[in-house]
């Protein structure tokens, strides 16, 4: 007998059926129809009535030059359909501090020597570089809040331009920032300028900070401009100088106003913002600019340093050099001089050294380096035979004279 077996399969079908909440993205929506972002996407001029420095060639690094206190930096005019936190930052992203100096983070500027710190006294401590930021509020409305910082202008590495007239100086931008992770934000009218970082932050205020007028380089000048000297001719005699020939001119030097003074904005919360009208002077300049050095710099080569030889600049005679020296042409030996003119930036040399009536000592502040009735500086300048082939011709060279205060 077989046995059979008869097996029935049954197709059982699941309805599965999911109850809950949907789950939509999290956006914040934030609107400052009021604030524009022309007007708060801009420059903050930092350049407070009355305060007025003069940069010397050798101020140390890391020195303060100026301190502006309680400065109105922005404000955060938006108002978002969530709570939000409030930052505080810097928003050049890859921006590194060049030293830290008792907390302060001190950051590079575009002009070679001058650094910036941005210090917000709401919430004591020196910016960061985002993605750092600095709380500034906890989760709540901050619609009105502004930011108020301390800046400080620092000597750091680098030789500050000394050209006449005034520097401007651009420093970091600083912003305020609004955040609430995981929520991601949206502006109510569409736009996206003021969404960061994949929209996990909203800017609701950034300002370039930017400083002129104040920065008065300690430069000298000649009286009258550039001088011509006469030459005269070259005997041409093998082993023969001409005669020396009078290069002397007249320095002027500007008022040196020191540094490291102190002004404040006591108009907090006004706009414009930046040092306005009501900004005063807290601490007059309390660092006083040092002597006057002066340094030629020659536009052809030096043939011989120590002799103080410079080369012609090749339109004409070939063979002869120029030699220069410090004191009266008058008074100097057909030989070898006493006192030759030593090249570059790094043979500088008093300039009380030159003319006793310059100042040998530091200059008082609001004071000048030059006190006396003659403000000549004796210079005299010769031909002198070179090596090489001698050829007649025009025999010319220039040299620029540097003067400045300390």
């Not at 001029?45 to 020195?63: F, Q, V």
């Not at 930096?73 to 930052?89: F, R, W």
């Amino acid at each position: 007998m077989n046995d059979s077996f008869i097996c029935e399969y049954s197709l059982i079908c699941l309805t599965l059926c999911l109850w809950g909440p949907v789950s939509y993205a999290k956006t914040i929506s934030c609107t400052q129809s009021n604030d524009p972002w022309a007007s708060i996407n801009t420059i903050v001029e930092l350049n407070p009535p009355g305060a007025i420095i003069t940069l010397g060639s050798e101020i140390p690094d890391y020195t303060v030059i100026y301190t502006q206190d309680n400065v109105t930096l922005g404000q955060d005019l938006s108002t978002c359909d969530k709570s939000v936190y409030l930052y505080e930052t810097i928003l050049d992203q890859g921006l590194l501090p060049v030293n830290t100096i008792s907390g302060d983070r001190i950051y590079p500027t575009d002009t070679p020597g001058i650094g910036m710190s941005v210090f917000s006294t709401d919430i004591a401590i020196s910016l960061p570089v985002f993605p750092n930021l600095a709380m500034s509020g906890w989760i709540s409305g901050h619609t009105g809040e502004y930011i108020t910082g301390k800046i400080k202008f620092w000597k750091i590495p680098g030789d500050i331009p000394m050209q006449s007239g005034a520097l401007s100086v651009n420093g970091p931008l600083v912003g305020q920032v609004l955040s609430n992770p995981p929520y991601t934000f949206v502006n109510s009218d569409g736009s996206t300028d003021r969404i960061y970082s994949n929209g996990q932050y909203y800017i609701a205020s950034s300002r370039k900070l930017h400083a002129t007028l104040i920065f008065k380089p300690g430069t000298c000048e000649i009286q009258g401009g550039d001088v011509v000297v006469k030459m005269g001719d070259h005997p041409g005699v093998s082993g023969k100088n001409s005669s020396w020939k009078d290069a002397s001119f007249r320095l002027i030097c500007s008022d040196a106003h020191g540094y490291g003074g102190v002004t404040a904005m006591n108009n907090a919360g006004q706009s414009p913002f930046g040092p306005g009208p009501a900004t005063s002077v807290t601490s007059p300049n309390s660092q006083q600019n040092g002597r006057v050095k002066l340094a030629i710099l020659p536009y052809t080569a030096i043939v011989d340093a120590k002799r103080g030889i410079i080369a012609l600049d090749g339109t004409g005679a070939t063979g002869y050099g120029i030699q220069l020296v410090w004191g009266d042409y008058l008074s100097q030996a057909e030989g070898e001089p006493d006192k030759p003119v030593h090249f570059g930036a790094s043979q500088s040399i008093y300039v009380s050294e030159l003319n006793s009536q310059f100042r040998s000592t530091s200059t008082p502040i609001d004071g000048n380096a030059f006190t006396g009735n003659d403000n000549t500086i004796h210079m005299a300048a010769r031909y002198v035979r070179t090596d090489g082939e001698v050829s007649p011709g025009p025999a010319c060279a220039s040299v620029e004279v540097i003067a400045n205060y300390e």
